[in-house]
T-cell receptor
């Protein structure tokens, strides 16, 4: 089955700096790669996703890149703000099958 | 739509008791997932259903865990008998189609004492 690895497990940045979180996956058939943000006491919520026919996608301060050959994808947050502080999860999915998550990255943005 | 609805939000039970967690997926979604979240193991997929049929339950820890989806609008995750190591936050999520996001409920925080 699919195995998703995520790094780093914790990340601390100064407000205004950029943050990058990286994930690798094992199943070359995976074709959907979402990123979720989880705030304390809440369920994970989708912030951005990318499909395998696209190499990069951007939504305001958030961007995701995908390298299918190397089987890795990354989340980039620019101009970080304190409200970006949360746990971020990457995931990989193939077709109508299950969605497997990385272990999560706890991002802290210091004002 | 109110989103994925889980109940109860919090459950405290004694070891050995039966626990039933409930989930109402988003109307029209045909896939439903049960996840368990702990500090040590992160988000683990327990089981998922497509069109009410269990597809993969390899993540279910042991026979004490069972899940059902009697219809498209309701699913249960049952633990019998419960043990302290089952303490975790249990999430239900639903999605539609082949390549779409999964929407998560607010989770049920289970504490077994």
């Amino acid at each position: 089955g699919e195995n998703v690895e995520q790094h780093p497990s914790t990340l601390s940045v100064q407000e205004g700096d950029s943050a990058v979180i990286k994930c690798t996956y094992s199943d070359s058939a995976s074709n959907y790669f979402p990123w979720y943000k989880q705030e304390l006491g809440k369920g994970p919520q989708l912030i951005i996703d990318i499909r395998s026919n696209v190499g990069e996608k951007k939504d305001q301060r958030i961007a995701v890149t995908l390298n299918k050959t190397a089987k890795h994808f990354s989340l980039h947050i620019t101009e970080t703000q304190p409200e970006d502080s949360a746990v971020y999860f990457c995931a990989a999915k193939e077709g109508n099958n299950d969605m497997r998550f990385g272990a999560g990255t706890r991002l802290t943005v210091k004002p | 739509d109110a989103g994925v609805i889980q109940s109860p939000r919090h459950e405290v039970t004694e070891m050995g008791q039966e626990v039933t967690l409930r989930c109402k997926p988003i109307s029209g979604h045909n896939s439903l997932f049960w996840y368990r979240q702990t500090m040590m193991r992160g988000l683990e997929l327990l089981i998922y259903f497509n069109n009410n049929v269990p597809i993969d339950d390899s993540g279910m820890p042991e026979d004490r865990f069972s899940a059902k989806m009697p219809n498209a609008s309701f699913s249960t995750l049952k633990i019998q008998p419960s043990e302290p190591r089952d303490s975790a936050v249990y999430f239900c999520a639903s999605s539609s189609g082949h390549i779409t996001e999964a929407f998560f409920g607010q989770g049920t925080r289970l504490t077994v004492v």
